[in-house]
DNA sequence: CATGAATGAGTTTTCATTCAT
DNA sequence: AATGAATGAAAACTCATTCAT
């Protein structure tokens, strides 16, 4: 059938309006981004657009949930057979440079309040492990050095949250500042980590 | 004089543009702020504006940096006689609800990476502590507590580095999720000062 | 294929924006030319303009780039075996009733001292008989006539450029006075090319 | 009286508004001349304008009487016992040059097709002589030279519609094109005279 | 006499979106 | 499926002018 090769043409399509608009948004922000310029880059013309997307802000919406998806990859599945300390130390350092490879996504996606992003991305709240997928991992691991004597007992959601908080503004200041040379990165990571995992032992 | 009256008109009408354009950032995202919408607010005409500010560039400067001297204001001065942890705990707090109750300007200020701006709010680089007085300060408290034995010895400046972007990260998500209890908020506050004192104690 | 009609419709279009322009310019101007104007003279909006034309400047440059061919193409090729006075003569008298019937064209680009127009325009300078084709052949007539003997040795570069300027300052007080009755030109431009043909007799 | 200085202080004031204009005009183009540039020159305010003019218009046009006064004070009076030959060349010359010191106003004038302005600058109507006295002057020596046997006889008007012209003409030119050499400005002068005048000898 | 606040209409340009073809 | 013409609203900004003070 041709049916699936249109499909195959379509999504092809779909994809290219998205990577253009990422470019737009990587080189000139976000408040940049117009259909008009979407559209030259592809060497289309400006109605096609909307064969593809219902709107300017479908286009926004895709490209959130597409960076949204692409750090949840980051979350890498963790071997297990390592103590909960350097389970937290290395997911974390995982989360962290893969955020540094989306970039611009992370930004858009993470220091985002709208509120169709912050769906996913809110963690503060009460009960969030239970939405938030890294965040209930974390909560396992400290829940395991727990048992095993390791941490301190506390309430361990609680904990979850300030970890991921205190590792997100240490990584938000990265991507804010731009400039911060790879070994003053790598020191801030480790010393961070050495803090945070100090300030959870028993 | 009406001079003197006069002048102050001039400062209540400035005011005026700048409380209105703040509530448009507030209200709807820096993104969404124009010139005509502050002047249909006052009930003004849009030219009006350029009587006060050369540009709308200029307005946007002037919200930032009076958010910005907001923001250091909180960093209050601290009554001495208290032991370096609890000079910690409480010169964060104050810092993190003072921020909250600037939440518009800290958020526009402390979230952005324009170049501008970054030049007073960035703190990862080596010797930021040179420039940031909020910083320095933090070293000072550490280095006493390095003296008097209380915390374990470290790269000061490295540490307050730390520190600060570990508190920055849960006051940029208690400000980019605004729908967080009081009580849910304190106790994040909390949790997170006692993991990182606990952090660096010997 | 209606791809032929389209843009063949394109060009009626950008053609009725250039010719609007025109009209506007010749009635009031060029420094009373706005898009808005133009649009409303087409009755369209104001926005279509930036689908034909890149910017109001590309609409005057198109203008003057227009009025410079047809004042070019007023310089026909002239049929030989005439006298070289009579050559000058003819070429002159074809050279002003073209522009005079291109009139605002005219003004625009020869009363300018814009620098991207005064590129095409300029004629006073040392070897500018090299860069300006009609200069180039008054200089050839010029010679010949010195060869057989009819005028007198002379500088024949400089020669062109006072007798081409001396047209010029008749030819532009006829544009900029515009009620010289059809007989009154006539006299005076016969006038002219006596005297100055006199001038440069043997 | 009072009465006096108070009108001397209007008319300097009068005076530095159309200095000031003048400036921004020869700076930037007339088009771009504006109250308020002009006021914050003087460093006043724009209201004040209105004390001393009736419209931006009513500047503009003082400005220009301004410089036809200047460009008829030119024509200076030209000592007798000359050659009616030469006193076409000097009191041509005499002109030339102190227009080039005019420049700007030289060219607002005498390249505007403003009725009001062409008011007192058409040459070439019939008639035109008894309402000019630079051509009616140059009437009087042309009508001399044929008296006393040096020009050809003619009809006198036409005649110096025609050299007026044809000088107004390398003037103009001089004016637009800008960097045109002192050496090659005098021989392009010089050689046009030299035309002319062979051009009317008997 | 002089100020400077205020207006309203103007400027060029950009944009998301629609729609006939 | 794709084009590109067209719109109408919006953007930032400038201007001549008026007028209360």
Redesign the interface.
Same mark, same amino acid.
């Given at each position: 059938m041709s049916n699936t090769r249109q499909r195959q043409r379509n999504e092809e399509i779909k994809r290219k309006i998205l990577d253009c608009a990422r470019e737009i948004i990587d080189e000139d922000g976000? @408040?940049s981004l117009s259909i008009r310029k979407i559209t030259n880059r592809m060497e289309y013309s400006p109605g096609i657009i909307y064969h593809y997307f219902k709107s300017k802000q479908d286009i926004l919406d895709c490209i959130m949930l597409e960076g949204y998806e692409r750090i949840l990859s980051a979350i890498a599945p963790i071997t297990d057979d390592l103590s909960p300390d350097e389970m937290i130390r290395i997911s974390f350092k995982n989360y962290i440079f893969s955020a540094l490879t989306w970039r611009s996504e992370w *930004?858009a996606f993470m /220091? $985002? +309040?709208a509120d169709t992003i912050?769906a996913h991305t +809110?963690?503060? =709240? =009460?009960k969030s492990s239970e939405k938030r997928r890294a965040l209930a991992e974390l909560c396992h691991t400290i829940e395991n050095g727990i048992e095993i004597g390791t941490f301190a007992t506390? %309430?361990v959601e609680? #904990?979850a &949250?300030?970890?991921w $908080?205190?590792?997100? @503004?240490? /990584?938000?200041?990265?991507?804010? =500042? =731009?400039? !911060? #040379?790879q070994m &003053?990165q790598n *020191?801030?990571i480790d010393? &961070?980590l %050495? !803090?945070?995992? *100090? @300030?959870? /032992?028993r």
């Open positions: 976000v @408040g *930004k /220091l $985002s +309040s912050l +809110s963690i503060l =709240e =009460e506390c %309430d609680l #904990t &949250q300030v970890l $908080s205190a590792m997100y @503004g240490l /990584l938000a200041r990265l991507m804010i =500042e =731009e400039n !911060i #040379t &003053q *020191k801030l010393r &961070q %050495d !803090i945070l995992i *100090k @300030g959870i /032992l």
